[in-house]
């Protein structure tokens, strides 16, 4: 017989689930099978973790205004378990219900599949009338999903319940999945079809993960700058596994260095902290970036296609996306730059470099393009907002790109360029392009391990009271240290005006 934490009977959770078809397959084997890796934390069970616990106890004692969070969290995630908790008692204050505790807090086996399966199972819960519910909260703002059945967390939590619960528990049990931060609620109604098919389902996506599991081939990309198990890839010879200072550390043992992580680091060590380790859901507004994500898209259609510097079809890419003139225009403004007959040496790709010696850490970046031409490994950043720096060394983001990429060019024998594309019609000229010397890259060897080493050492990671940074920081209603507080701008109903109606519970 099988223990919940045998390493002999793969596992798999949601998350892999949703990852079965473009997961690296040597990180999913890892995963699958237990492989030791770093001891990483898991920040996202500090807000759910909290929640629950306040949850269950508020229902124990029949009152729902009766809200009590653990210590220990930061004052940006207590404001998070604050709205969590307005909406969750505006969503689920009508009838009073009993909490279920069904024993599912680790990985448990299901009778059929080949697979222990994990994940959280936040509430479930008896009505009056002995229908049961489950309930599924996100305290991060995710997209609604059209259909509630379809979640993977859903579908793992359901296959699981049904071993545990009496056979006619799910029989017309209700499924709740409700966004606790803008009070966004989806529902959906079981029946024994829908088990049947959801079994299915999770049974399928498992075939399909322990498929590729079963030939572990290392594939860089993306995966690479949140894998816990570098050690023994090909992709980084000299990594080792490396622990954590305590197990209070809430670093993990080797940090993830990206372009944004370092900028954020730059601005203000608080919005580092709140963003990038703790992944605490934002409570402000800022500028969208909706629009460089479509320019980005239709840039990568025209090279995937053919030579970008053809009007005739930037103009028909524009016209079959439905893009504006501005898009139009910034598209044009890149032909005008892009060198032409150069060897393409990656679009949209992602590139990593390890440092394996204390403060250990991985840099990580996804580049938008990279040319070789003329003796240079040419590496392009697209921008359509505004120019920041005068020259592209100066720009902490740039100085973490060349440090990745240094190598690369010099296993091609190239010189590194790193260079800003500026695309918005208003710019006139791009930042200086950097084409960092010797002496350059060896100074950027003293500040990248400078920078990952004033991160490890830097708790509690002050704010810096700054007007100028905390006008745009995207927690600036909630961090005690902002220079310009406000109010959040997460939805909410006031219970003492007759005249807020609003109910979100439905809403897209």
């Known amino acids: ?62 009152d729902l205004d009766r809200w009590s969070f653990v210590g220990g969290l930061t004052e940006e995630e207590d404001a998070v378990l604050e709205q969590a908790a307005h909406w969750y008692r505006h969503c689920f204050s009508d009838t009073p219900v009993t909490v279920l505790d069904p024993g599912l807090d680790r990985p448990t086996d299901v009778a059929g599949l080949p697979a222990r399966i994990g994940g959280w199972v936040d509430l479930v819960v008896v009505h009056p009338d002995g229908h049961h519910e489950v309930r599924m909260l996100d305290l991060w703002g995710g997209t609604a999903p059209a259909d509630v059945l379809a979640v993977p967390a859903v579908q793992c939590a359901l296959v699981r319940l049904a071993e545990r619960l009496a056979p006619s528990a799910l029989d017309g049990a209700e499924v709740t999945w409700v966004d ?16 049947v098919a959801v079994r299915s389902a999770v049974g399928g996506t498992i075939d399909r993960v322990l498929a590729r599991a079963a030939d572990p081939v290392a594939v860089p990309g993306a995966d690479c700058a949140t894998c816990r198990f570098r050690k023994g890839c090909p992709e980084f010879p000299g990594a080792k596994r490396v622990g954590r200072m305590s197990s209070r550390d809430p670093l993990p043992g080797v940090l993830t260095v990206t372009p944004t992580v370092v900028e954020a680091w730059t601005r203000c060590p608080r919005l580092w902290r709140d963003q990038h380790l703790f992944g605490i859901p934002a409570s402000d507004t800022g500028a969208s970036g909706e629009h460089g994500q479509r320019v980005h898209a239709l840039l990568r259609a025209l090279h995937r296609d053919g030579p970008c510097t053809d009007p005739d079809r930037i103009a028909d890419i524009v016209t079959a996306h439905g893009a504006d003139r501005r898009v139009l225009d910034e598209l044009r403004n890149h032909a005008r730059r892009c060198p032409v007959g150069a060897e393409g040496y990656g679009h949209e790709f992602s590139h990593h470099r390890l440092h394996a010696r204390p403060p250990h850490f991985l840099a990580a970046a996804r580049l938008d393009a990279a040319w070789i031409h003329d003796g240079w490994l040419d590496v392009r950043d697209y921008k359509t907002g505004g120019v920041w720096h005068d020259r592209v060394a100066d720009d902490p983001r740039a100085r973490v790109q060349a440090w990745i990429m240094a190598p690369v060019a010099a296993a091609l024998g190239l010189g590194l360029r790193i260079r800003y594309e500026h695309l918005a019609a208003d710019v006139v000229d791009d930042p200086e392009e950097w084409e960092p010397d010797a002496d350059d890259l060896a100074a950027l060897d003293e500040w990248m391990v400078a920078t990952a080493g004033a991160i490890r050492a830097g708790a509690p990671w002050p704010g810096v009271s700054d007007p100028a940074v905390c006008r745009s920081c995207r927690y600036r209603s909630v961090c005690p240290e902002s220079a310009t507080p406000t109010v959040p701008t997460w939805p909410r109903v006031d219970p003492d005006d007759p005249d807020d109606t609003d109910d979100l519970a439905d809403g897209p």
């Open 180 to 195: 606790l931060l803008h009070g966004v609620r989806r529902t959906a109604t079981v029946g024994p079809t829908d088990l």
């Open 1 to 62: 017989m099988t223990g919940p934490d045998d390493p002999q009977v793969p596992k798999v959770t949601p998350y892999l689930l949703r990852r079965a078809d473009d997961c690296c397959p040597r990180r999913l084997a890892c995963e699958v099978h237990g492989a030791e890796g770093n001891a990483d934390p898991v920040h996202r069970g500090r807000l759910r973790d909290a929640f629950l616990v306040a949850a269950r106890d508020a229902h124990a004692h029949g």
